[in-house]
């Protein structure tokens, strides 16, 4: 009787080794033994580097232009450096993000982070040239991936490469906010309302020059934010360990950012001292900066929708936010601004973000930031629930926005605050007249001005006209 001979088996880990001894790795794993460290060590978040796509491809880039240098410079042999780089380009096309597993917090100045990065590529790239993962004799993560590199260059540089592609994406985000409040403007252009100063009456307004404040201030913040982008643009790539540049070739620095500049398409200069950049967190402080601004001044906006929606029956009830989904479990018919809410609470986060950034920025010592990976998390995590805010108060909420024209008319009509307008034509005193008998009596500025003689209804209709009322040069 022939018997078949049973398959081997798949071996269900491969060994590799570090300067603290063996481990077995999942064999199916493209991380090695570092990223394993890694992993057991910083069990904080629960989120992986691998969550922020940006900073993935990033480091990608990053590693893609030093093979291309480090070829270039006969560092690296041609089919190490066109199978590192083929790696990458997978990456950047969105492969094997799952297999950057380490914490975004982590101790070590984001070494983890980078490890991660170089195991991925180099095991992906012994793929490509016909060998298993692990072998790394034939293509080693630190001695070909992460030649003439540090840490210290390879992490600042993806990070800021990172925050730039996510802030493009929040840019274009708040143009898309920015318009649906300069629709509402133009819509309610022909809307007069009164203004508030302090919650008390102040004088007549349109309900479109309020929302076209709100457009406005998107549009600063957009440049703003434009700005802060630019201080993106300097990196340190090439510094290595503290900026020296030791273990770099000599013109490595300026071969890798041209490449880099190629791969990312990004106007990247490399920092004329380089020992400076390497600890100098203070453009990230200035972008967080920005965006805590921004994420104020949303806050703001998203109060006075609030304020101005609220009621129906008992309050302000001057404009209708699209209700989205049931208010109460115990209320019937309660509908709640639930669209602002959760815009309010992002700007909460952001702020808090913003202290983060701040004291991990104050806290680096000597030639190097330990704390660039809280920077890092707390500027992408910033950035893209901005950005997923403004998409939904722009779409779940603004487009939808009516105004309530009778009841706007009404408080107009009844409001104290006419007479401001008036001054000018009826003087002062009569105004304060006016103002005075009005408040005691519950009568209209309207009604007492036209039985008292001090203009006729038709001029009065012209001088509280929207088109006069909204006119800047008015004041």
């Given amino acids: 009787m022939v018997t078949t001979p049973s398959p081997s088996p798949v071996p269900a880990f491969r060994v ?68 590192v780089v083929a790696a990458c380009e997978e990456i950047r096309a969105g492969k094997l993000h799952e297999e950057f597993v380490v914490d975004v917090i982590q101790g070590g100045a984001g070494t983890s982070t980078n490890m991660n990065a170089n195991e991925v590529v180099a095991n992906r790239a012994l793929e490509l040239l016909g ?21 210290n260059d390879v992490y600042p540089t993806a990070v800021r490469i990172a925050l730039d592609l996510t802030a493009r994406r929040l840019l274009d985000a708040m143009e898309v906010l920015r ?38 201030m998107l549009e600063e913040d957009r440049g703003r934010l434009a700005e802060a982008c630019t201080l993106m643009h300097e990196i340190n790539l090439g510094g290595t360990a503290i900026g020296t540049g030791l273990n770099a070739h000599p013109e490595y620095a300026a071969l890798a950012s041209r490449h880099l500049r190629e791969i990312t398409g990004l106007p990247l200069t490399v920092a004329a001292d380089l020992v400076e950049a390497t600890q100098d967190a203070g453009a990230f402080v200035q972008l967080s900066g920005v965006l805590k601004r921004i994420a104020v001044k ?40 639930v669209v602002p809410e959760v815009v309010n609470q992002i700007a909460f986060e952001v702020i808090g973000n913003d202290m983060a950034v701040t004291m991990a920025a104050e806290a680096g010592q000597l030639q190097l930031n330990a704390f660039e990976p809280l920077i890092a998390h707390s500027l992408l995590k910033s950035i893209t629930h901005l950005r997923a805010g403004c998409l939904t108060l722009a779409g779940r909420c603004v487009s939808g926005i009516t105004a309530n024209r009778e009841h706007l008319a009404h408080l107009v009509a009844h409001s104290i605050g006419l007479v401001t307008a008036l001054n000018p034509h009826i003087g002062y005193e009569q105004a304060t007249a006016v103002a005075q008998e009005a408040l005691s009596s519950g009568r209209s ?3 007492l001005v036209l039985e008292r003689g001090l203009l006729t209804e038709a001029r009065l209709r012209e001088i509280l006209h929207p088109d006069n009322i909204a006119r800047p040069h008015a004041r």
């Fill in 298 to 337: 949303l806050s703001k906006t998203c109060n006075d929708l609030r304020l101005l929606s609220c009621g129906p029956r008992a309050g302000f009830a001057e404009i209708n936010l699209p209700p989205v989904q049931a208010g109460s479990s115990i209320m019937p018919g309660k509908v709640n601004p």
């Fill in 179 to 216: 318009d649906a409040f300069a629709a509402k403007a133009e819509e309610f252009a022909d809307v007069l309302k009164m203004g508030r100063t302090q919650l008390q009456d102040a004088v007549p307004m349109t309900l479109g020059q309020e929302f076209a404040t709100y457009a406005i």
């Fill in 131 to 151: 060998h298993a993962r692990g072998d790394y004799a034939r293509l080693h993560p630190l001695e070909d991936v992460n030649a003439g590199q540090s840490t």
């Fill in 445 to 447: 500025v309207r009604e």
């Fill in 16 to 83: 590799e080794h570090d300067l603290l001894g063996e481990r077995d790795v999942p064999a199916g794993a493209y991380y090695g033994i570092h990223t394993l460290r890694a992993v057991e060590n910083f069990p904080i978040t629960g989120t992986p580097i691998g969550a922020h796509p940006e900073l993935v491809t990033a480091l990608a880039c990053v590693k893609q232009a030093a093979a291309l240098a480090n070829r270039d410079l006969g560092l690296l042999e041609p089919a190490k450096a066109d199978a």
